[in-house]
């Protein structure tokens, strides 16, 4: 398991368990057209040629989902999705001027009026790297759909913008807004930065290795080594931060993290330490009880302080999401995947109000777990 970048080889955990090809097959496709195009969809087209994804349960546009959309839809080959949703993106979301001139708004409404001018830098990240993804699959075209300039001038403003870069000058992590003297240990991704410093600008290449290096040492340390769970948002040195009213602990956002742990050790294989964190997290979720629950990183139960709509008593909100992401961490463990395997494909698609998150993020386990998460 590992090193699927060079080697071209990305494991089917799905059909290594016995799961038939065609029906793995029919899963992801039956999954791509209820998200995108079912009663149930997440995603909506314009006349005019463009495209987006709504956050159903907040009734907006954000550039988590868009950029969500672009590399699911870069995936799966659609390349008419691609085009609609980053159109719809540049028209609206992207700043001409001002402090953020280069950077794209974080949430929209549905007609494209802003509702924050500020970026999220997980958003930039899944662009870029959709972007050159899709340079390298489709080739490049004129204006916005040259992907590869599109993405390396994103780059380029991510690291050198003179004021309140996303990544911090300091440490190379990513921020968790430009002005953060913190991060969200969800929006690393090594396994991007490495494809950064081949596909990017030359002269970051250097940069991106580096980031890529302090990045897989940070999420170390802000995983914890008996449970495996992270933090929301954390310190550079990978502690919890004291932010927004309380101390913040294992929810929403964090849930991204094993995700992206697993995937990196399929692409890169770079760091041992991830199968032991993969193997922490899904011995701390086992017997299906926790998954109810909001944690402090060291496995305590907790009533948060404040708990968003919809959510259950507990406080939890995206069951569906947490249970895909620890499915997805078999990609660097062995001891418990039979029993993750088994549990991922018995999960179905949420269809209610606060379906976007979840189904997004199953979506892209799914294509991990059977191989189809692949580096263009």
């Known amino acids: 398991m590992g090193n699927a970048v060079k080697t071209g080889k990305y494991a089917n955990l799905l059909a290594e368990r016995g799961y038939p090809e065609a ?30 994804m709504v956050d159903t349960g907040n009734d907006d546009v954000r550039t988590e989902g868009q950029s969500y959309g672009m590399m699911q839809a870069l995936q799966m080959n659609r ?72 993405g390396r001038a994103m780059l380029r403003e991510m690291v050198h913008k ?12 990513i921020r968790f807004v430009p002005n953060a003297p913190f991060t969200d240990p969800s929006y690393h991704l090594p396994h991007f930065y490495e494809l950064f410093a081949e596909y990017g600008n030359p002269e970051d290449a250097e940069f991106f ?32 931060t004291e932010w927004n009213g309380s101390r913040s602990y294992f929810y929403s956002d964090a849930y991204r993290t094993a995700m992206n742990i697993a995937l990196d050790f399929g692409w890169y294989g770079a760091d041992e330490w991830q199968p032991a964190q993969a193997e922490a997290i899904q011995r701390f979720f086992l017997d299906g009880k926790q998954f109810g629950f909001v944690h402090e990183t060291d496995g305590t139960v907790i009533t948060p302080q404040f708990r968003e709509p919809d959510a259950s008593e507990t406080g939890m909100l995206h069951p569906l999401g947490l249970m895909a992401t620890t499915a997805c961490s078999s990609l660097a463990a062995e001891k418990y995947r039979e029993h993750y395997i088994k549990l991922f494909w018995g999960l179905e698609l949420r269809r209610d109000k606060r379906r976007y998150y979840d189904n997004l993020l199953y979506f892209f386990c799914l294509l991990a777990l059977a191989g189809e998460y692949r580096a263009y």
């Open 162 to 173: 003179e004021h309140e870069p996303m990544f911090d000058p300091a440490t190379k992590l």
């Open 79 to 150: 390349k008419d999705v691609f085009d609609r949703i980053w159109l719809w993106t540049k028209k609206y979301m992207y700043q001409h001027s001002g402090e953020n001139a280069g950077y794209f708004a974080w949430s929209c409404k549905k007609d494209g009026a802003r509702n924050s001018e500020g970026p999220a830098p997980d958003g930039e990240e899944y662009f870029a790297m959709a972007l050159l993804f899709a340079e390298r699959r489709w080739g490049n075209g004129a204006g916005v759909l040259d992907y590869g300039a599109e």
């Open 209 to 240: 290795r580096d980031a890529a290096r302090l990045s897989r040492e940070f999420l170390r340390k802000t995983c914890d080594a008996g449970t495996g769970l992270n933090p929301n948002q954390a310190n550079y040195d990978g502690t919890p």
């Open 23 to 52: 029906e793995i097959r029919a899963k992801i496709e039956s999954a791509f057209a209820e998200i995108y195009f079912g009663e149930h969809r997440i995603y909506f087209e314009n006349d005019d040629g463009t495209g987006y």
